[in-house]
T-cell receptor, first 114, second 113 residues
Framework: AQSVTQLDSQVPVFEEAPVELRCNYSSSVSVYLFWYVQYPNQGLQLLLKYLSGSTLVKGINGFEAEFNKSQTSFHLRKPSVHISDTAEYFC????????????FGTGTRLTIIP | KAGVTQTPRYLIKTRGQQVTLSCSPISGHRSVSWYQQTPGQGLQFLFEYFSETQRNKGNFPGRFSGRQFSNSRSEMNVSTLELGDSALYLCASYPSTGGHEQFFGPGTRLTVL
């Protein structure tokens, strides 16, 4: 079975400052990794995904993430945040083996301070 | 393309009742998954369906059930509702192969009184 740990439940950041949201995973088999964002009263929207290839993945809204297999991490970064980035961010994993069940972390609430 | 739609968006029920939630996937998507989101437990996987067959099931009691129709639309049912069933229920659809991106609907907010 796999698991995901998001160490920071809340991250306050000043507008235009950089941010990093941390995600670590545990799995005995190879995984696919995802970051989703959830705005208030909405469903989840995919920011980016790592399936294979380059370990630096670029997503929507200026976000990027780096897959580090040795540290089993997939941290999300943005060089300059905006008020509109205020949301909850979820890291998720799924395995290669024919089912699409996503295992989510507990989420990180990103608050942008004007 | 229209996105994933879920109906109803909001629902209030009392303990002991049953409820049925509906999910219409993106056109052409044959797979649907359901998730429960609560403040205490976070996002938890309920079921996965592909071509009318349940392919995977999460760790939920038998009161939670689901099905998928030939047009890929899916329903989930919760019988004998408990207060702890209050949650946002999210449906996701995806193509049968490749990509592994799941497209989520806006969810159904269920409140059990």
């Amino acid at each position: 079975a796999q698991s995901v740990t998001q160490l920071d439940s809340q991250v306050p950041v000043f507008e235009e400052a950089p941010v990093e949201l941390r995600c670590n995973y545990s799995s005995s088999v190879s995984v696919y990794l995802f970051w989703y964002v959830q705005y208030p009263n909405q469903g989840l929207q995919l920011l980016l995904k790592y399936l294979s290839g380059s370990t630096l993945v670029k997503g929507i809204n200026g976000f990027e993430a780096e897959f580090n297999k040795s540290q089993t991490s997939f941290h999300l970064r943005k060089p300059s945040v905006h008020i509109s980035d205020t949301a909850e961010y979820f890291c998720a994993v799924t395995t290669f083996f024919g089912n699409e069940k996503l295992t989510f972390g507990t989420g990180t609430r990103l608050t942008i301070i004007p | 393309k229209a996105g994933v739609t879920q109906t109803p968006r909001y629902l209030i029920k009392t303990r002991g009742q049953q409820v049925t939630l509906s999910c219409s996937p993106i056109s052409g998507h044959r797979s649907v998954s359901w998730y429960q989101q609560t403040p205490g437990q976070g996002l938890q996987f309920l079921f996965e369906y592909f071509s009318e067959t349940q392919r995977n099931k999460g760790n939920f009691p038998g009161r939670f059930s689901g099905r998928q129709f030939s047009n890929s639309r899916s329903e989930m049912n919760v019988s004998t509702l408990e207060l702890g069933d209050s949650a946002l229920y999210l449906c996701a659809s995806y193509p049968s192969t490749g990509g592994h991106e799941q497209f989520f609907g806006p969810g159904t907010r269920l409140t059990v009184l």
